[in-house]
């Protein structure tokens, strides 16, 4: 069985800084991270940040120089490092990750239980 849990999330003030953690456990062969998502009170799902599968990363216009993705394969984990928040990165926020099992060899898609990142005054 495999988990993917998330975490760091909270209330943080403007100009603030958080930084979540996605870690997968299990019988794990392979982790593929895809990305970090974000959905704020009703609005659709967005794209944060992401690895592509060349290794290169590509972020959303609204984050760019402020939020950070890096992985650390040995821990199969990922992280988003979030600095100078705004009341605008209010959301809830989901990590995106490919797990090969070790049962099946096959590689299938997981999302984290998202946590809530708040920032406000």
């Known amino acids: 069985q495999v988990q993917v849990v998330e975490s760091g999330g909270g209330l943080v003030q403007p100009g603030g800084s958080l930084r979540l953690s996605c870690a997968a456990s299990g019988s794990i062969s392979g982790f593929y991270v895809m990305g970090w998502y974000r959905q704020a009170p009703g609005k659709q799902r967005e794209l944060v940040a992401r690895f592509t599968r060349g290794g290169n990363t590509n972020y959303a216009d609204s984050v760019k120089g402020r939020f950070t993705i890096s992985r650390d394969n040995a821990k199969n984990t990922v992280y988003l490092q979030m600095v100078s928040l705004k009341p605008e990165d209010t959301a809830v926020y989901y990590c995106?990750?490919?797990?090969?099992?070790?049962?099946?060899?096959?590689?299938?898609?997981?999302w984290g239980q998202g946590t809530q990142v708040t920032v406000s005054s």
């Open positions: 995106n990750v490919h797990i090969v099992l070790v049962t099946t060899s096959r590689e299938y898609d997981y």
